[in-house]
């Protein structure tokens, strides 16, 4: 997994109770130095601390969403979660919403079946925020509960014990033109407390053990297919002008054999690096 480092670049202008605030770029950590998944769902980035603008720590709540970029992506969401901001109301239907790269797919080895969650960048518990497409990215169930809901639930009991704000903020992770994230930053801060309650920065992994997805569409298939694949020794087909490729017993790989757009790959991994995909049949 290749990270570039990451920028944000975000414009926040609201005004809520005389607060404003402008537009700010923050570099927050070279991701290049991030080490690969290695069976947990998160790494600590920047010594575990955020970095917020010192303008920003007040007590005046607020939530921001990125607009959905070109490719139709989520960008940086933002808040400062309160009391006030946190829903009253049951959670609605979130089903309509295909966030980039979304793929309705199930695997037995999953709890629950689904690879794939519409995860909340600014979870539910905290700002309320259902259909909301600008906070709704297509991640993995174990991203989801193992990864993101620890800290969604820390930050929710702890401004339910205190009554403090917590600035949050969610910056999911793209690699190039991707349309599934590699993975999302987390930050957040206690206001009142500067920080002694809730204070975190870091990385959790859009992955899911035992699965190998293609972060540029969303296409994923069980890593046991590419063991098996590189054990007998067997030629990757890869169409040039469709970017798609064939496996041993798939419909299309013995008529790719003789095609003038044939490109061979030695393994899965190799293919999908070189931007290809899988067929489907």
């Keep these: 997994m290749k990270f570039k480092k990451l920028l944000l670049v975000f414009a926040i202008a609201f005004s809520l109770f005389g607060c404003q605030s402008s537009s700010s770029e923050i570099e927050i950590v ?31 709540s607020f939530e921001y969403y990125s607009d959905l970029d070109a490719l139709g992506r989520c960008g940086v969401a933002y808040a400062n979660v309160s009391k006030e901001l946190m829903p009253v109301e049951s959670r609605g239907s979130i089903g309509q919403v295909k966030p980039s790269g979304w793929q ?10 689904y690879l794939y969650n519409r995860c909340h960048l600014i979870g539910f518990l905290l700002t309320g925020e ?19 809901l620890p800290f969604e639930n820390m930050v929710a009991d ?20 991707h349309l599934v994230a590699s993975g ?6 206690s206001i009142e407390d500067n920080g002694e309650g809730i204070q975190y920065c870091v990385y959790v992994y859009n992955v899911q053990p035992g699965i190998i ?8 298939y069980l890593s046991e297919d590419i063991i098996e ?16 490729y064939h496996c041993p017993g798939q419909a299309a790989y013995e008529s790719m054999k003789d095609s003038k757009n044939l490109i061979i790959f030695h393994t899965e991994e190799e293919a999908i690096e070189a931007g290809y995909r899988k067929a489907k049949q």
């Design 213 to 220: 997805i293609d972060y540029s569409n969303g296409d994923s």
């Design 229 to 244: 694949t590189e054990v007998i020794g067997a030629e990757i087909r890869g169409n040039k002008n469709s970017k798609i």
């Design 184 to 189: 999302v930053l987390m930050e957040a801060e």
């Design 104 to 113: 309705t797919v199930k695997y037995d080895q999953i709890s629950g079946k």
């Design 130 to 148: 259902n259909a909301n497409e600008k906070n709704l990215i297509t991640g993995t169930r174990y991203m989801n509960t193992e990864g993101m």
């Design 158 to 177: 702890y401004i339910k014990e205190t009554a403090h704000h917590v600035l949050y903020r969610v910056t999911p992770v793209y690699d190039g033109d």
């Design 30 to 60: 070279d991701l290049a130095d991030l080490p690969e998944f290695t069976g947990e769902p998160y790494v600590v980035v920047n010594n575990n601390v955020p970095d917020f603008e010192e303008s920003d720590k007040n007590t005046n």
